[in-house]
Nanobody, 126 residues
């Protein structure tokens, strides 16, 4: 069993930055995959970023490449999403997720993930 708790969301002006945190508890293996997804009002949940708990296989959605960075602190059992140069279209509820199935591929499909946090709201004003 894995528990995920996100924090760090808020209101920021366009061009600003936020760092989202995901506190991970439970038994974690290096083969697990961590992901960030987001869901804007009236839209489907979409992939943002992914990374193996080991730090390998990092990937990003095209819309956030060069602006967002995923990272983790294994000692503290934390996963982070640093978001820079934020845009109004980044406004959404952001979710941290964990996938337990082993895969050598980068996991970008939400249905591959077994555990989810409650989400944290990010609002970017223009």
């Amino acid at each position: 069993q894995v528990q995920l708790v996100e924090s760090g969301g808020g209101l920021v002006q366009a061009g600003g930055s936020l760092r989202l945190s995901c506190a991970v508890s439970g038994r974690i293996f290096s083969s697990y995959t961590m992901g960030w997804f987001r869901q804007a009002p009236g839209k489907e949940r979409e992939f943002v970023s992914t990374m193996k708990w080991s730090g390998a296989n990092t990937d990003y959605a095209d819309s956030v490449k060069g602006r967002f960075t995923i990272s983790r602190d294994n000692a503290e059992n934390m996963v982070y999403l640093q978001m820079n140069s934020l845009r109004p279209e980044d406004t959404a509820v952001y979710y941290c997720a964990a996938a337990t199935a082993y895969s050598t591929r980068r996991m970008k499909n939400q249905y591959q993930y077994d555990y989810w946090g409650q989400g944290t709201q990010v609002t970017v004003s223009s």
